[in-house]
């Protein structure tokens, strides 16, 4: 089974213009569409390189997550690697959901969410390592043990997020709203909480917040939950009312 990822309007991510066609619904399954070819392909066993790709995984690594991911299968292969394929002609099986690609243990490293609406998934003990989630919408979502190790989060929604035991070495969380976000046992070793929103957080038993950047630079309110020896870091003027 292979996948494609396309922009909002079905064009390529390397090519905007050139346009992949919406499978049919009829008769309450879903119809393949026509098969692409690309006629100028480069001729070699390379996954890179001039062709139509496919991925073998899951993970939008390599362009923006839009919501638009199908499953997929093409012909004629002309190269391939561990994550993608690289084909002459393809075509659209099926739409796959969100609740397809985001789910507990996922492999979403490196993967391009910048922007995306992941409100409730459930991404327990998910690879997050190294992914792009700036902006991203991970309100309520459970996160607990996942490995999100070097991380964008920055100006993310993580509120009520549930990123218990996650590992956040050296996560980007600079100006993420973390307001009621369970980080109890969580890895802060050197994440950066540059104006990050701490109010009523739980930070209990966080560990190696000591050794976590900007902390003194985050919110927080009189419900944020956080040992004795760190909450005199906090400064009086970033206190919320």
């Not at 991911?69 to 292969?77: I, N, P, Q, S, V």
Request: proline fraction near 2%; aromatic fraction near 12%; glycine fraction near 2%.
């Amino acid at each position: 089974m292979m996948y494609k990822f396309l922009n909002h309007n079905l064009s390529s991510y390397h090519n905007p213009n050139f346009y992949y066609q919406m499978p049919t619904f009829k008769d309450g399954k879903w119809v393949p569409s026509e098969w692409i070819t690309e006629k100028d392909c480069l001729e070699s066993d390379e996954a890179c390189g001039k062709g139509l790709h496919l991925m073998k995984i899951l993970n939008p690594k390599y362009g923006i997550y839009t919501g638009n991911c199908f499953e997929a299968e093409g012909k004629d292969l002309l190269g391939e690697d561990n994550d993608k394929a690289r084909f002459k002609s393809i075509r659209l099986i099926r739409p796959v959901s969100k609740d397809e690609i985001f789910v507990p243990y996922a492999n979403l490293r490196y993967a391009d969410l910048r922007y995306a609406d992941l409100s409730d998934a459930d991404l327990s003990n998910a690879n997050l390592s190294s992914a792009n989630l700036r902006y991203a919408d991970l309100s309520n979502a459970n996160l607990s043990s996942a490995n999100l190790r070097y991380a964008n989060l920055r100006y993310a929604d993580l509120s009520n997020a549930n990123l218990s035991n996650a590992n956040l070495r050296y996560a980007d969380l600079s100006s993420a709203d973390l307001s009621s976000a369970d980080l109890s046992n969580a890895n802060l070793r050197y994440a950066d909480l540059s104006n990050a929103d701490l109010s009523s957080a739980d930070l209990s038993s966080a560990r190696n917040i000591n050794n976590s950047f900007n902390l003194e630079e985050s919110y927080w309110n009189k419900f944020t939950q956080i040992d004795a020896e760190f909450k005199k870091l906090l400064k009086k003027d970033r206190f919320l009312e």
